[in-house]
């Protein structure tokens, strides 16, 4: 029985949804075991940080607080128009790209429609389903990687939505252009597939598909990209898509009339002008991926070798286990156990000091447990 009759208020699809597990905050860990000094490396964050070109737009804005922003994000939206060479009505801003997740399914999703992605996968597109009683389709992956042939064949009359993460996010693996368009052709023509771009600005040197080239063919895709990976804008809340104008149009009228605040529109616009700031954050991560495949090589660990700022390792042993001994010797890392990886722990690239502090923790640890 619930209290008050809440089990009969709120819809059941709502009451059935578990919680979104975030990264563990380190004020959380710092009261519960006692220890000062803690290395997180478990929600993707960026250590390399912001611009400090968007920071000193971030400090100048405050003084506009007392203010609402511009909820068509007009200036932002202009900037990227001409950053990708395309029109600001290709663009939509949102509440980091997890609000735009949001909203799509609030436009796309019908009860009892399949939203269809690859598994593991990020964690709120099963709440987008739950959200509006749509049904999650969860294809494996294979190789850690999205199986777009095994994919277009789960598609059924009521898939309405498709979701690509790529990279993908807990296993770092990328899919080429050639293979997106292959799916794309395959698809019907009312059916929405969405890119999940958040870790994009990693992928260098492979044929990653050219999301621009997509959209001005016209084909049913929306791309999502965030300021809070590479460019290291996570607290600022803010991430975009790209679309034709009309898909564009539809799923702005579900769009909270004010749903990104001025200091973020400002951060993002600075962001996006200092590139020199976004190269050397991919730099960063390039140098701290390598220290940790290294590390792992040494420990005869196999890890999927990823094109984001985080490593999926296989440790051999119980990750659920291994986290909490991580924990104890001051280290936050993410275990894969509920999706299914019991093995495998999602690991951040830190800075070059916060990674070896990891790597030694996770010696410590195998030792003490193997
Ligand atoms: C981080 C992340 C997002 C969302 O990021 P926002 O901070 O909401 O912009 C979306 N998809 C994936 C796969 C991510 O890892």
Redesign the pocket.
């Known amino acids: 029985m619930n209290e008050c009759g809440v089990d009969r208020t709120c819809r059941e699809n709502v009451l059935a949804i578990q919680p979104y597990v975030p990264g563990k905050p380190i004020d959380e860990c710092k009261r519960e075991l006692g220890i000062e000094h803690f290395v997180k490396l478990a929600s ?1 964050e960026n250590p390399f940080g912001a611009s400090p070109a968007a920071k000193a737009a971030m400090v100048a804005m405050v003084a506009e607080c007392h203010m609402y922003p511009d909820g068509g994000s007009y200036v932002l939206r202009h900037a990227l128009a001409s950053h990708m060479d395309l029109s600001a009505d290709h663009f939509l801003i949102g509440c ?4 735009i997740l949001n909203m799509l399914a609030e436009t796309v999703l019908e009860p009892g429609d399949e939203l269809l992605y690859g598994w593991p996968s ?1 964690s ?1 597109y099963e709440f987008m389903a739950n959200l509006m009683k749509a049904r999650s389709v969860q294809v494996p992956l294979m190789d850690f990687a999205f199986d777009l042939d095994a994919m277009a064949e789960a598609v059924t009359s009521k898939t309405k939505m498709v979701i690509i ?1 790529n990279p993908n ?1 807990p296993t770092g693996t990328v899919v080429d252009a050639t293979s997106v368009e292959r799916f794309l052709d395959r698809m019907p023509e009312e059916l929405l597939v969405v890119l ?1 771009e ?2 994009a600005e990693y992928v260098h040197d492979f044929d990653y598909p050219d999301s621009r080239k997509l959209i001005l063919e016209g084909r049913n895709v929306i791309s ?1 990209r ?1 300021f ?2 590479a460019y290291g804008l ?1 607290g600022a ?1 803010i ?1 975009y898509s790209v679309a034709r104008p009309a898909l564009t149009e539809a799923v702005n009228k579900v769009r909270q009339p004010f749903n990104v605040s001025s200091i973020a529109q400002a951060g993002a616009v600075a962001a996006l002008a200092d590139q020199e700031h976004l190269r050397a954050s991919v730099q960063f991560a390039d140098k701290g991926r390598a220290q940790l495949y290294e590390a792992f090589t040494a420990m005869g660990l196999a890890y999927a070798p990823s094109w984001t700022n985080f490593v999926l390792v296989d440790i051999g042993i119980d990750a659920a286990k291994a986290f909490d001994e991580l924990l104890q010797r001051g280290v936050i890392v993410r275990p894969q156990t509920s999706c299914g990886l019991p093995t495998h722990l999602r690991v951040t690239v830190g800075t070059p000091e916060e990674n070896v502090v990891f790597v030694e923790a996770l010696k410590d640890v195998l030792a003490a447990m193997r």
Do not use: M, Q, V
């Open positions: 993707n980091g790209c997890a609000e990020f709120t993460c996010n999940d958040a870790y999502l965030t809070s990976k996570a809340r991430g």
